[in-house]
């Protein structure tokens, strides 16, 4: 099945919910920083969650707890670039246990990932999304009671579709 993400809903299944990308729209060529949401289709990868806040009844792909020394690498001149790492760390990197709860439930989105190429984007995830979904740095976001509804659905065979 075919998650597909077209300007600011997310069509899954019987589902058509409300979403948000990146403040600078959707992009076939993303660099990094830029702000943009890469075009494309793409495999999932693991799905990350706050065991603290979040409840998962039924999932079908691969799953982690976050941790408080997890992050997310964004620096281009580190070899683990667009990685999960272990904080602290020494390079530019993203937390991935906040404060605010964005990324209390969210799963990889595998752009730039075999072969990982420097400067063309890092941490795309489908999260939950902020206040009014506000736009993301690139991710796409939805309301954590329509990422909740579609998780059952998701297989280690779903791909994601951005266009």
């Known amino acids: 099945m075919l998650i597909k993400i077209k300007k600011n809903f997310l069509y899954y299944r019987n589902y058509k919910l409300k979403c948000s990308v990146g403040k600078s729209g959707i992009k076939k060529n993303k660099i990094e920083g830029d702000l943009s949401t890469p075009k494309g289709i793409f495999e999932l990868g693991t799905l990350y969650y706050r065991k603290d806040r979040i409840t998962l009844k039924n999932c079908k792909i691969k799953k982690k707890i976050i941790k408080k020394e997890m992050g997310w690498c964004d620096d281009i001149k580190n070899k683990h670039y667009n990685r999960e790492i272990k904080l602290p760390f020494n390079f530019s990197s993203e937390k991935l246990y906040r404060k605010n709860k964005i990324y ?21 995830f489908l999260h939950i ?18 990422f909740l509804k579609i998780i059952p659905l998701i297989t280690k065979r779903t791909k994601i579709l951005i266009r």
């Open 129 to 146: 999304c902020g206040p009014n979904y506000k736009k993301t740095k690139g991710c796409v976001a939805l309301q954590k009671k329509d």
């Open 104 to 124: 209390d439930i969210f799963i990889n989105i595998k752009h730039n990932y075999n072969p990982v190429i420097k400067k063309k984007g890092s941490a795309i």
